[in-house]
């Protein structure tokens, strides 16, 4: 019997993943010579969660690549934990550190599977994060020593990204203060912060094309369609704000070096109403339209849209970071309200669940971007708070197939309409921590019982082994 539902069959040459993150699996926090991250002191300061043993991915990832590829994954996301190669953040590399990837790396080539590695992960080291994370330009120094280290030592890796969700970093640092520093609606932060990861990443990828390193490299963007919940001028300008903050800002940045006019003014009227400013320095656009056309590839990460409307009251901001369903509100002064539209159904985390919202945003990438390169879904997937069966050995996870099978019908209806998209990245490999949710958000093919770290098969992974049968 077939678990295959709309999608019967993928592409030849398509590259079929999971994802994870070395944060969210790895567990060993400052174990084997590991510095802190901007987490660690963060997390315990609020007292809900710790992310030891997450998955204890770092003793435990010859089993979950050994799953992996026994259920049909082929290429494998994985972030380096900057804090275990350099605990000081510069100054000399941790070897107990480097060799833990090294052999990382080998397990995946032992099993087929690709590795695909992210430099940064929201996992700023505690030396970078304490003089000012992204927000300090001496730390986009600091980030391309780093990523050199990387590319001349682990030569067994040939698909890099240079940092994952640049937006998802600045807006929950400096606007709804979720991550450490959790300073509430800074847009000056913000922006500060996404110009300067634009910038790193263009100087990383620059360095990685003169040191002639073998393979491809790009950048993650997350990036969320904005629709208005009812087609009026107000909300139409309402969500083309919001769009400009989400997604425009960044994606110009990265295709154009620079921002077009209309973004410019769009995000001129933000900075406006919030107060708010950053700087760019003589020659910052140079370097970014440089790096435009060295960008190997795209990785783009689709959890949801956002509907909005027009809204001129006060900030307010409250986040949903527990699974009591209807309990998010965030509205900006001036930009929009995020509202909920009665006719798309939501996550118990308040996400919409919006399949053609991966089919727009990949069209509006495709039609105002025409440069950018290959396109990857790097994460996708379901949150929910998934549970074992009465015997204990089995999670049936209808709804998560449900999920990931509609996402992939909308991409393959934007590739049939010109959209170059190559592969797709399951968020994620196995049940992870998550920064602000904790534990009981549940996104994996293999569910794991964090007391006793015990694997358990989900049905979605039978359901990846079998979609993956179809890549000829």
């Not at 809900?48 to 204890?56: G, N, V, W």
Request: net charge negative; hydrophobic share 40%.
């Amino acid at each position: 019997m077939t678990l295959l539902k709309r999608v019967k069959r993928l592409p030849e040459g398509f590259v079929w993943g999971a994802a994870t993150a070395a944060y969210q699996v790895e567990g060993s926090t400052g174990k084997d010579g590991m510095g802190k991250t901007m987490w660690d002191d963060f997390l315990v300061s609020k007292g809900r969660f710790l992310p030891d043993p997450a998955s204890d991915f770092y003793h435990r990832y010859p089993e979950d690549i050994r799953l992996a590829a026994e259920h049909g994954i082929k290429a494998l996301r994985i972030s380096i934990s900057w804090a275990r190669v350099f605990p000081n953040t510069d100054g000399d590399p941790n070897p107990v550190g480097v060799k833990y990837y090294h052999e990382l790396f080998a397990e995946c080539r032992k099993h087929g599977i690709e590795p695909y590695v992210t430099l940064h992960h929201l996992d700023s080291p505690i030396g970078m994060f304490s003089r000012g994370d992204w927000l300090n330009r001496a730390n986009i120094d600091s980030f391309v020593n780093y990523a050199q280290f990387c590319f001349e030592e682990f030569t067994e890796v040939s698909q890099w990204f240079t940092i994952n969700e640049p937006i998802s970093l600045a807006f929950f640092q400096y606007v709804v203060a979720e991550f450490p520093p959790a300073d509430l609606f800074n847009f000056s932060s913000s922006f500060q912060a996404m110009h300067n990861m634009a910038l790193a990443h263009a100087r990383v990828v620059k360095a990685f094309k003169e040191g002639g390193h073998r393979g491809r490299i790009g950048v993650i963007h997350a990036l969320k369609p904005v629709y208005p919940i009812v087609d009026t001028p107000d909300n139409r300008h309402a969500a083309e704000l919001w769009d400009a903050y989400l997604n425009r800002f960044l994606l110009d940045l990265t295709f154009f070096g620079k921002l077009t006019d209309r973004t410019s003014a769009l995000i001129e009227e933000i900075c406006g109403v919030q107060e708010a400013s950053f700087s760019v320095e003589d020659g910052d656009y140079d370097e970014m339209q440089a790096a435009v056309g060295l960008n190997d590839y795209l990785g783009i990460n689709y959890y949801q849209p956002q509907f909005v409307q027009a809204y001129a009251g006060e900030n307010r901001s409250k986040y949903n970071a527990t699974g009591e369903k209807g309990t998010t509100t965030l509205r900006m002064k001036g930009i929009a309200e995020l509202v909920k539209n009665p006719d798309v159904p939501t996550t118990d985390w308040d996400w919409n669940i919006y399949p053609q919202g991966l089919y727009d945003i990949l069209r509006q990438v495709d039609a105002n971007y025409p440069a950018h390169p290959a396109i990857y879904i790097t994460e996708n997937g379901l949150g929910s708070k998934d549970v074992l069966d009465a015997a204990g050995d089995f999670v049936d996870d209808d709804d998560r197939i449900d999920f990931i099978d509609q996402h992939l019908d909308a991409l393959l209806k934007a590739r049939e309409d010109g959209v170059d998209v190559r592969g797709y990245f399951v968020w994620s490999l196995q049940d992870q921590f998550s920064w602000s949710n904790g534990y009981n958000k549940r996104y994996g093919l293999f569910y794991i019982d964090f007391e006793t770290q015990r694997r358990v098969i989900k049905k979605s992974a039978l359901w990846s082994k079998e979609i993956a049968s179809t890549i000829d």
